[in-house]
C-alpha cells in the first residue's frame, strides 16, 4: 500500500496563479477526478474548488464513506489529494466541514465527467482512455468546403426525449446515430444540433439543470448527416 501524503501536489504554482486570476484555461484538466501516473505510481488526482471549507474529504466504498481517511489539501481552495491505485470506475463523493465546523451532506463532484445512474448521485472516476476518431475521410471532405456558402438547416433535439427503445429505455448512441441520421437527412437537414448532454438527475428537464459539465468533442453536432456535406 502507498501513502497518499507521501506524494506532492499534482497542481503547480501556474496552476495556482491562474486560478486564482480566474483565468485558467483548462480547468477542465485540473479539477474533477483524473486517473493518472503520477511520481511512478498509478492512481487518480482529485481537486475540487471549496474556499470557505475548514476541511474537504475523499469519500467512497475504497474508505468506507470516512472522511477521516482521505482528507485533501488546500491549496488558495481548491484542495486536491493524489490518492495511490484507485482508477477506473471508482465511486467517490466529497465530504465537506463548513465554516461553522458543521459536517455538511455528501456532495457530487462539479466537475465530474461521469455520474452514476439516477436515482443514484455519486461521482464516477472516467475511464481515461483518448477517443479514437474514425472520421478522417470526412474531415477531409469539409476542409474543402466553403462554408459561407454552404447551406446549412440544423435540426434541434434532445436525445433523451426524440424516440425510446421498445421496452421504453433510453437509446445508446449508437442507436440513436442508426435512426436519428437518417430521419434528419430525409427531412432535409445538414446539421443536428444537440440539447444538453451533459449529466443531469431529472430526465424530463432536457438537460438544463447539470450535475457535471463535460468537456465536449471537437463539434457538438453529428456531422455524417448528409454524406460529403
Known amino acids: 500500500m502507498f501513502d497518499p501524503y507521501t506524494f506532492g501536489p499534482v497542481l503547480g504554482p ?18 474533477g477526478a483524473h ?3 503520477f511520481e511512478g505510481i498509478h492512481g487518480t488526482h482529485f481537486a475540487v474548488w471549496a474556499p470557505n ?6 469519500v467512497g466504498p475504497f474508505n468506507e464513506w470516512d472522511g477521516r481517511r482521505h482528507p485533501m489539501r488546500n491549496r488558495m481552495g481548491i484542495w486536491e489529494v493524489f490518492i495511490p491505485v484507485l482508477g477506473t470506475g471508482t465511486i467517490y463523493k466529497y465530504e465537506i466541514v463548513g465554516p461553522n ?28 482512455t483518448p477517443f479514437i476518431w474514425t ?16 447551406p446549412m438547416s440544423i435540426y434541434e433535439v434532445h436525445l433523451g426525449s426524440w424516440r425510446r427503445r421498445a421496452d421504453g429505455g433510453f437509446m445508446s448512441y449508437d442507436q440513436l446515430a442508426e435512426q436519428l441520421v437518417p430521419y ?7 446539421h443536428l444540433e444537440f440539447m444538453p448532454i451533459s449529466e443531469h438527475p431529472f430526465d424530463p428537464s432536457w438537460g438544463y ?13 453529428i456531422r455524417r448527416v448528409l454524406p460529403g456535406w
Do not use: C
Open 14 to 31: 501556474m496552476d495556482d496563479y491562474y486560478i486564482g486570476e480566474g483565468s485558467h484555461l483548462r480547468l477542465f484538466d485540473k479539477l
Open 35 to 37: 486517473e493518472m501516473e
Open 53 to 58: 471549507a475548514q476541511r474537504v474529504s475523499v
Open 101 to 128: 465546523g458543521q459536517v455538511l451532506p455528501l456532495k457530487a463532484d462539479p466537475y465530474a465527467r461521469q455520474a452514476e445512474l439516477r436515482p443514484r448521485n455519486a461521482s464516477v472516476v472516467p475511464d481515461p
Open 135 to 150: 472520421d478522417q475521410k470526412y474531415m477531409e471532405e469539409r476542409a474543402k468546403k466553403d462554408w459561407r456558402r454552404t
Open 184 to 190: 434528419a437527412a430525409d427531412m432535409g437537414y445538414t
Open 209 to 221: 439543470q447539470p450535475t457535471g459539465l463535460l468537456r465536449q468533442p471537437r463539434d457538438l453536432a
